[in-house]
Structure formats: C-alpha cells, structure tokens
C-alpha cells in the first residue's frame, strides 16, 4: 500500500483496559500515574510546536513521562527526539509510518518496526525495546500482531484514560477534567495517553500536572510501573 505520513482516517482510537486496576486505593498517600503520548505527524493544522511546549511544561515541572516515537517523525525532528530523550523519559516505538499493524504482512510489518526502531536510536541514542504502542491501537488484540511484536522484543501498551485530545473540537478544559477524574477514579497505575502536536494538550498540561499532584498522584514512567 502506498506509504505517507498522512494518518489513515479510520480505524479509530479505542479506549482500552489491559492493565488490571491495582488494589491500592488513591487515598494512600502517594499514587502513581503513567503519561504517556504518542510522538507523531498530526494530520491537521496543530500547535507549531505543540510537543516542545509540552516538553517544556514537563521539564519546568520536573516530570517525567513515556514517549512513543514514529520513526518517521524522529527523522523529520531529531533536534527535538534529543532533547526529549535528554529529559530523561522513557522511549518507546509508535511504528515508522503510522499504519494499523492488521493491514501489514508479517514481513511489512517486522520492517516498519524495525525502521522505526533505527529511526529512533539515530535521533535518541535510545534502544526504544520493549515498548511499543500500536498506532490507533490497531492490532492490540490480535494475536498475531502481538507475536510479530513480541517476535521483535516488543509488547503492546495500552492505556486506561484517553484524552480524546487529537479530536478537533477537543479543548484544554476538556483534557483537564477528563484526565484528573478518570486517573483519580483508577487510582495506583493509571496509564493516560496524550498527543503532544495537539492544542488541547499543551493547553491542559500544566493544569493536569498540578491538579493530579494535589490529589496525591506521583508521575511514574511506564517502567517504574510494573
Ligand atoms: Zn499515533
């Protein structure tokens, strides 16, 4: 299939809850949350430098986070694939040209990982092994996608809490109060997923930050948290 990096308008995001809720209740005194965006060429207009603001807000707050790169996206902003890994977030892969893994053949789909992966490594200095997140979310139940996966040395994650914020008519507001509810109504490993490219996002962050560390919450990264 001809490759671009357009995003495919369907299939759709999904919600998805692979992550057993942990036992811990949000009324300990520390709880921990996981945020995770996923690192890409938007399809729409979007903030110019949607994903340095949230960087920035990130760093000013001393937070640290989980980033799923697109290999393509990597090559197109390595100065900015840099400086995001030299904050100290976790790398994962989010696949090189963002196609749903079940439209790939297995062969298509071990060499878009893996382009991904050398992408990434080049920009970062970082081997984004294990972590994979299957674009759209595409594939995540589908064990054939998850052994190719899993054949490369990577695994799937999902998330609990989803923003919606790549929506157009997503606003600050919004992502703020959908995230502080939902991570709270989780509790201990909440998993939220973020697009940085988009407005609402760079909007809501400093406000989500602040709003879950009042209610008690500590900013994990996705490996601290299992
Ligand atoms: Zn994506």
Same mark, same amino acid.
């Given at each position: 299939?001809?490759?671009?990096?357009?995003?495919?308008?369907?299939?759709?995001?999904?919600?998805?809850?692979?992550?057993?809720?942990?036992?811990?209740?949000?009324?300990?005194?520390?709880?921990?949350?996981?945020?995770?965006?996923?690192?890409?060429?938007?399809?729409?207009? %979007?903030?110019?430098?949607?994903?340095?603001?949230? $960087?920035?807000?990130?760093?000013?707050?001393?937070?640290?986070?989980?980033?799923?790169?697109?290999?393509?996206?990597?090559? %197109?902003?390595?100065?900015?694939?840099?400086? $995001?890994?030299?904050?100290?977030?976790?790398?994962?892969?989010?696949?090189?040209?963002?196609?749903?893994?079940?439209? $790939?053949?297995?062969?298509?789909? %071990?060499?878009?990982?893996?382009?991904?992966?050398?992408?990434?490594?080049? %920009?970062?200095?970082?081997?984004?092994?294990?972590?994979?997140?299957?674009?759209?979310?595409?594939?995540?139940?589908?064990?054939?996608?998850?052994?190719?996966?899993?054949?490369?040395?990577?695994?799937?994650?999902?998330?609990?809490?989803?923003?919606?914020?790549?929506?157009?008519?997503?606003?600050?507001?919004?992502?703020?109060?959908?995230?502080?509810?939902?991570?709270?109504?989780?509790?201990?490993?909440?998993?939220? $997923?973020?697009?940085?490219?988009?407005?609402?996002?760079?909007?809501?962050?400093?406000?989500?930050?602040?709003?879950?560390?009042?209610?008690?919450?500590?900013?994990?990264?996705?490996?601290?948290?299992?």
């Amino acid at each position: 299939m001809p490759l671009s990096i357009r995003q495919p308008a369907a299939p759709r995001y999904r919600g998805r809850q692979d992550v057993a809720k942990s036992p811990q209740s949000q009324s300990q005194a520390s709880w921990r949350v996981a945020l995770t965006f996923d690192v890409e060429h938007h399809d729409r207009p %979007a903030h110019p430098d949607g994903t340095r603001l949230v $960087l920035r807000t990130l760093a000013e707050r001393d937070v640290v986070a989980t980033h799923f790169i697109q290999g393509r996206w990597a090559q %197109a902003y390595p100065d900015l694939a840099r400086d $995001l890994a030299r904050q100290g977030h976790l790398i994962g892969n989010h696949s090189h040209h963002h196609t749903p893994m079940t439209w $790939l053949s297995p062969k298509g789909l %071990a060499k878009d990982v893996r382009q991904a992966e050398q992408a990434v490594r080049r %920009a970062t200095g970082h081997d984004p092994r294990p972590w994979f997140r299957c674009p759209y979310g595409d594939g995540a139940d589908d064990p054939e996608v998850l052994a190719a996966l899993d054949r490369l040395g990577y695994r799937d994650v999902g998330w609990q809490v989803d923003t919606f914020d790549w929506r157009a008519k997503a606003t600050g507001p919004q992502v703020v109060r959908t995230v502080i509810e939902q991570a709270t109504a989780h509790g201990d490993g909440a998993v939220v $997923l973020f697009h940085p490219w988009t407005p609402a996002t760079g909007r809501a962050m400093p406000q989500i930050i602040d709003g879950l560390r009042a209610a008690g919450a500590r900013f994990v990264r996705l490996d601290e948290l299992r």
